[in-house]
């Protein structure tokens, strides 16, 4: 219920493109790319991690929709990223069924597979779970994890210059919502000063990432603060939540200042930054009107795909009534 607010807004940017129809004609029996009618319709991009990612047949199982880091994932052909697939099940994201991005594109949303291309908003989304913006300043999570400004050259790299053919660019949407991760893992340094560091990680974002993209042609930048990882299950009952309101402030400030900046230095961009934080946090003051009765917990079973059947076998509410999908995703 909460998601389907949070678009409400955000879909006012995401699908402002969506006056073609296009893609609700049959699928032609063989994939031309050069087929002009793909000029018609908008392309959104996303970047960032879990919040974000969506299972493709092609990606690594619960983590991303291409590729990983691992030497000999981290490139793909033409081939493989035209016939990947973006999977929609219990899995297919980290929230236990479709996340922000595939609501706002309506891409990916039914259950099962979906070819992006086939998509009337389409949806290409790099963003690899567990990702935090470098190498530079945080250990990955996984040897296969992908970090942010990895995602971009992966993106620039190999799939641009494949998708670009058809992409009317003044209409295509760059998505980022990156430091989940980022502000977690940091959360313990004694040895930082927190506002400084999170500015030099957000400058690495710009600098590694947003800069690339425009420099290839894009201009429409769409960029989300923190979630209220203040307010997660572990946090509410710590006496010391780390991280706390004062350090998502500080990132959330960053964020909203480096957007401004980047704009102001580039006269065709538009870079619009959604205020998730101040969204959510209404949600979690008010849930009774999203439908959610349980805002300090989760069910600890969420991961069982039978708790979307018979949540009370597992002392669960259905999952719906919960804010928190599990210790960190919503
Ligand atoms: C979701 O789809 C993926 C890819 O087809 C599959 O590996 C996975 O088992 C599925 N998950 C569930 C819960 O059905
Ligand atoms: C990645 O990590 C796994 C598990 O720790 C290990 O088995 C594998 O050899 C590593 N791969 C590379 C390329 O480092
Ligand atoms: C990831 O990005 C960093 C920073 O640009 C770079 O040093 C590193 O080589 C990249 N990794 C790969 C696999 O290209
Ligand atoms: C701070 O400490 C961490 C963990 O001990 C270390 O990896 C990092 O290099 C240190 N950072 C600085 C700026 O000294
Ligand atoms: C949150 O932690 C930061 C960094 O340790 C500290 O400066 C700040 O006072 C804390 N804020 C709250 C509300 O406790
Ligand atoms: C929230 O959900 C958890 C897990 O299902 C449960 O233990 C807890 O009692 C619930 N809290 C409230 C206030 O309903
Ligand atoms: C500029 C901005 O979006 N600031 C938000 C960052 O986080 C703080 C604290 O959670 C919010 O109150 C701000 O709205």
Known sequence: MATRRLLHFLSAVFLTGRLVQAAHVPKPPHFDWDDTKYLLVPYRI?????????????????????????????????????????????????????????????????????????????LWDFAFAGADVSLEYLPQHHNFTVPLVNQTQQYLTWAEPVIEKN????????????GINDIS??????????????????????????????????????????????RTAANVVSETPLPNKTMIGWWNDSLAKHSDIFAAENKDVKAMTYNANQFLNGVLDDPQSYGITNTTSYCLDYADPDVQEHPELHGCLPLDSYFWYNSGHM
């Open 46 to 122: 996303a970047f960032g991690d879990s919040y974000t990612f969506v299972q493709g047949t092609a990606g690594y199982p619960t983590f991303s929709f291409i590729g990983s880091y691992l030497p000999g994932q981290f490139a793909f052909s033409p081939r493989t990223l035209l016939s990947n697939r973006i999977v929609q099940n219990f899995t297919g994201t980290a929230e236990g069924g479709p996340n922000w991005v595939e609501y706002l594109t309506g891409c990916g949303l039914e259950p099962g597979e979906t070819l992006p291309r086939d998509c009337a908003v389409q």
């Open 185 to 230: 893992d940091s959360s313990k340094l004694t040895n930082v000063s927190f506002p400084t560091y999170y500015n030099r990680l957000i400058e690495a974002v710009f600098t590694q990432s947003v800069r690339p993209m425009h420099e290839a042609g894009y201009k429409n930048f769409l960029f989300l603060n923190l979630p209220p990882l203040d």
């Open 167 to 178: 992409m009317d660019k003044s209409k295509a949407l760059v998505a980022f919502w990156i």
